[in-house]
């Protein structure tokens, strides 16, 4: 009984032997191939590889974005259409009183140095030039993918995500504290820059398991021309 036993346990051992090895294919990944998170100590302060080695507090562009997680943390949400809004069509049409769209994207601040660059303090560039603003200023209805929220921590913006985006109209000074075009020395002014916080659903690169969140910015909005208050008068 106990021969035959093992003559039986033996020839099925060969059996499955010989059976050729299951070869199994791979679960098919939804957003494409799932990037490797490196280990170790991740520091939300520190700037991301889209702002590194300048004094910017956002990226409109981020060659490392992560969009496999961004699309994942979206799914997994259950509140997300909730949490999201956005007006994706913006311009001078909308936010801008009596400058059409067409108007803003021409003004051509080329001309202006922002000092004077001749003898006089009057020199021609403070007095001439096509329409614009009185402060020179860059002006892009942009969707950041990356930003340093008040905290001074950087996070992921959901944008450009499937077909969710989040617009902001950002205004940046050319010229900052340069003297305003069109007003004389005597005036001591200079443009500065204003900002708004804005609130943007947000991802924590450094702590995924967050989900989406809501979080606060502060972007450039506006650039004004400040004109000093007079000397003080004695007499």
Not at 93 to 110: G, N, R
Not at 173 to 182: E, G, K, N, W
Not at 217 to 225: D, E, G, M
């Amino acid at each position: 009984m106990v021969l035959t036993l093992s003559v039986f346990l033996a020839c099925a051992g060969v059996a499955l032997g010989s059976l050729p090895p299951v070869h199994r294919t791979p679960a098919r990944q939804p957003y494409g191939a799932q990037p490797t998170h490196r280990a170790g100590y991740c520091d939300p302060t520190t700037p991301p590889t889209c702002a590194y080695g300048s004094d910017v507090s956002f990226c409109l562009e981020d060659p490392e974005y992560p969009e496999y997680d961004i699309k994942g943390a979206i799914e997994a949400d259950k509140l997300f259409a909730k949490k999201y809004a956005d007006v994706a069509d913006q311009s001078a049409d909308d936010l801008v009183d009596h400058v059409t769209k067409y108007q803003e994207e021409a003004f051509d601040y080329s001309y202006y140095t922002g000092v004077s660059t001749g003898y006089s303090p009057y020199d021609v560039t403070h007095w001439t030039g096509p329409e614009g603003y009185i402060c020179p200023s860059d002006v892009a209805y942009a969707r950041p993918r990356r930003a340093r929220n008040v905290e001074g921590k950087w996070r992921v913006i959901v944008n450009n995500v499937h077909y969710y985006t989040q617009t902001a109209r950002l205004e940046t000074c050319l010229f900052p504290q340069a003297a305003c075009r069109a007003l004389a020395p005597c005036y001591k002014s200079h443009c500065t820059q204003k900002y708004v916080y804005h609130r943007m659903l947000s991802y924590d690169p450094c702590d995924p398991y967050k989900g989406l969140f809501i979080d606060i910015y502060k972007l450039p909005s506006a650039c004004s021309c400040h004109v000093a208050p007079p000397p003080p008068s004695y007499a």
